[in-house]
């Protein structure tokens, strides 16, 4: 798999305006994107940081899958992205090392970007996200 950067870090909070304090006042960090992603049943709020990016993920939905994070293990590291330059050819080659697929195809994501997740049971307990690079 040709991955070429960290794309960003998800972390699942309960409230993006109660986090933003402390990522504005405390850490510095600009807050240059906030939007909500229907289909996933999420809002987003991105940081930069270098080359990276830092999301946050607040629930819209009660049966979302970030609302059924946060009551099982709390708030916290939810995902982790990097960036490749084709979703589809490393879910391919992730599916022919016998890595377990969420998406078996690319779908949309935040800030328009093609994303699709490995399964944290083929990945050490990690939930990877897999995104179109160059984008944002």
Do not use: W
Request: glycine share 8%; proline share 4%; hydrophobic share 40%.
């Amino acid at each position: 798999m040709n991955i070429t950067h960290i794309e960003h870090l998800g972390i699942a909070v309960k409230n993006i305006e109660a986090c933003l304090p402390y990522y504005e006042g405390i850490l510095g960090l600009k807050c240059y994107n906030i939007e909500v992603v229907e289909d996933q049943k999420v809002k987003t709020a991105f940081f930069k940081v270098g080359q990276t990016k830092i999301e946050l993920l607040e629930p819209t939905s009660e049966d979302s899958t970030i609302a059924k994070f946060i009551e099982k293990k709390g708030e916290g590291i939810h995902h982790i992205a990097f960036a490749v330059p084709c979703v589809q050819e490393a879910l391919d080659e992730a599916a022919s090392k016998g890595v377990q697929l969420i998406d078996k195809a690319p779908r949309g994501g935040a800030e328009g970007l093609n994303i699709a997740f490995l399964h944290p049971k083929s990945t050490c307990s990690v939930l990877t996200e897999l995104c179109m690079e160059g984008k944002k």
